[in-house]
């Protein structure tokens, strides 16, 4: 029978002018799987760092194999048992595995206490077997795909002997298979009487992986109970309040005349022979798994990487675009995949990143123009909705969704006539989702014409007047709306092309 572990009461943290949690409840159980869900900004973050010894509760208590935590640091928290693995791996490219999951508890032998290196390796070795990884110890960690150093960072809170491991959002940037594997080592987790805490906004994960679940909103506990005994459209109503009856709002816009035309581009090693053309108003979705190549297309047709061969075109003139500065002129826009490292400078604020790419534009004689600053910051940090304490706040302050809202202010200020959008919702809450959803739409019906890559199948389907899929470079798929389906587009993107498949 499962025992509580851990246990929240009426928990409350106050930041400067903000009311993160307020009188929170949540009860952890060994051998559980526990689903903490709640939009950006909920309180979700703010409760595991209270958790991990990063934040110090201002009311309420946590208790902890029922006596009072008290951790005075992180570390604390890691002596404990309790470790976090979250959405954005920490870990140090340049070290091995070995020395990343020892970092900070290294084994030591003699009176010297000299570091035991073969010790090390033996006991990584094992974990990693233990785990069924094929990664070999001794392996740099930049050499490791996204996937491996999750598996990496949760063999490290089994070095730890943690009893309770957290984990956010683990699955934002894997493949199919890859969700498999980690569901693989949750349910080991799970039999070996560990507790996990799951932080994720897919719901399928949470109806496939959690035992039990917490909603918070604002800061608040609002509910709890077996996964087995709700739906989704309980839990979305407990999240925000209110019933989201049309997740994608897609508007039906008569589709204009070509804007970008795409011929036989290459780059070897990513992707070859991709052509298709892009019309006003018009939204293209782009599915494909892990490694298909998506990206690195659109990358190219930004001018950030090379291409080997095929040709770019604009409103029927082929354009040469060497780089982002180009594509810019030419009114495209490029809204990456990993915001924190290619979409905001984290240290920077809101105002700096939204008016970055118009440095140019706002300044004279290399001072900025501050008023003019503001007046672009507010207007469209307003239609974004980004929520913060000011425009002069740190991007690093947001939750992921106001982060992802700056991003597509950035871009939207631009005033761009072709919109790339390269996973904009992966790791957001489902109402964000839904105002990101809502904004697409919006700009296509404004004449926009715009690019929608996803690994969400739901998304891309409906959101998209037009579907491209590819597998392993090539594109293996080109479907309308109404041809788009889960079976076809799926089968596509798994190199199945069927006979009377567009190309």
């Known amino acids: 029978m499962s025992e509580t572990i851990l246990e929240v009461k009426n928990l409350t943290k106050y930041f400067p002018g903000i009311k993160a949690l307020d009188g929170v409840h949540l009860t952890i159980r060994t051998g559980e799987v526990h ?10 973050s703010t409760l595991v760092k209270i958790m991990t010894g990063v934040y110090f509760p201002t009311a309420g208590e946590v208790l902890y194999e029922g006596n009072l935590l008290e951790f005075k640091n992180a570390l604390d928290a890691q002596n404990a048992g309790i470790a976090a693995i979250h959405q954005e791996a920490s870990m140090f490219s340049e070290l091995s595995v070995t020395e990343n999951i020892f970092m900070g508890h290294h084994i030591t032998k003699g009176r010297t206490r000299r570091i035991d290196w073969k010790a090390m390796q033996k006991e990584t070795q094992a974990l990693l077997d233990e785990l069924e990884l094929d990664i070999d110890c001794n392996t740099l ?96 109503t407990m999240m925000v309040g209110r019933s989201l009856d049309q997740m994608y709002p897609k508007t039906d816009v008569a589709i204009g005349k070509t804007m970008l035309s795409v011929k036989n581009l290459a780059q070897p090693g990513y992707f070859s022979n991709v052509s298709f053309d892009l019309h006003e108003g018009e939204i293209l979705g782009f599915f494909g798994l892990i ?14 990487d090379k291409r080997s061969a095929g040709t770019v075109s604009l409103d029927g003139k082929e354009v040469h675009i060497a780089d982002p500065n180009d594509a810019m002129n030419y009114g495209i826009a490029f809204v990456p995949e990993d915001r924190q490292s290619q979409g905001v400078i984290l240290q920077m604020s809101i105002a700096k990143n939204i008016t970055l790419p118009q440095i140019n534009k706002l300044s004279k004689y290399g001072i900025i123009n501050k008023k003019r600053e503001f007046e672009v910051t507010k207007t469209f940090g307003e239609k974004m909705e980004i929520r913060a304490a000011g425009w002069h706040v740190d991007a690093d302050t947001l939750s992921g969704g106001n982060q992802q809202k ?26 964000t989702k839904a105002a990101v959803h809502e904004f697409i739409s919006e700009m296509a019906s404004q004449g926009l014409a715009v690019i929608l890559i996803s690994s969400e199948l739901p998304e891309v389907l409906g959101m998209a007047d037009r579907v491209i899929v590819m597998h392993e470079g090539k594109m293996t798929g080109e479907f309308s709306r109404e041809e788009a389906n889960s079976d076809n587009v799926i089968k596509a993107a798994t190199g199945h092309i069927e006979e009377g498949v567009s190309l």
Not at 148 to 169: G, T, Y
Not at 209 to 225: A, H, N, P, Q, S
Not at 291 to 304: L, N
């Open 291 to 304: 490694g298909a190549g998506r990206s690195e297309v659109m990358r190219t047709i930004f001018g950030i």
């Open 406 to 431: 700056v991003v597509l202010a950035k871009w939207l200020a631009t005033q761009p006539r072709i919109l790339i959008l390269d996973e904009p919702t992966k790791g957001i809450d489902v109402a």
């Open 141 to 236: 960690v930049k050499n490791l795909g996204v996937a491996q150093r999750h598996m990496v960072e949760i063999a490290k809170a089994l070095s730890l002997n943690a009893q309770i491991v957290i984990m956010d959002e683990p699955t934002s940037a894997l493949s199919m298979r890859e969700v498999e594997d980690l569901y693989k080592i949750v349910r080991r987790l799970k039999d070996a009487g560990k507790a996990i805490i799951f932080i994720s906004h897919k719901f399928d994960e949470i109806f496939e992986i959690c035992d039990y679940f917490t909603v918070l909103r604002d800061g608040k506990y609002i509910g709890e109970g077996k996964v087995a005994d709700t739906n989704v459209d309980e839990i979305v």
């Open 35 to 44: 689903a903490l869900i709640g939009e950006n900004g909920a309180g979700k």
